[in-house]
Nanobody, 120 residues
Framework: VQLQASGGGLVQAGGSLRLSCAAS????????MGWYRQAAGKQRELVAVISSGGSTNYADSVKGRFVISRDNAKNTVYLQMNSLKPEDTAVYYC???????????????WGQGTEVTVSS
């Protein structure tokens, strides 16, 4: 299963960006879809995750500013980022977990990362 992320870029503090991540391949079902980020010199951290049923969980640092959503028909997860702060600057990675069609093997796939830079 492959993930293709897009939507990163350079934005001023207070601005907004929308990230997208589409999964493709032999997909039987997708469970959780999420976004993680890794700032320079720091460990990768969870930003937000959404279950197949639509339940969401956010890092405290982004609650009230970021919204995660998904389109199950398109196997795509989105991250709407509002009121961006310089501390949101990082490479953002999408992640999906599910089961492969045919083999029924579980997959845990990562996207290539998309860079978000927030200037002050």
């Amino acid at each position: 299963v492959q993930l293709q992320a897009s939507g990163g870029g350079l934005v001023q503090a207070g601005g907004s960006l929308r990230l997208s991540c589409a999964a493709s391949g032999s997909i039987l079902s997708i469970n959780d879809m999420g976004w993680y980020r890794q700032a320079a010199g720091k460990q990768r951290e969870l930003v937000a995750v959404i279950s197949s049923g639509g339940s969401t969980n956010y890092a405290d640092s982004v609650k009230g500013r970021f919204v995660i959503s998904r389109d199950n028909a398109k196997n795509t997860v989105y991250l709407q980022m509002n009121s961006l702060k310089p501390e949101d600057t990082a490479v953002y990675y999408c992640n999906t977990k599910g089961y492969e069609r045919g083999t029924f093997r579980r997959f845990d796939s990562w996207g290539q990362g998309t860079e978000v830079t927030v200037s002050s």
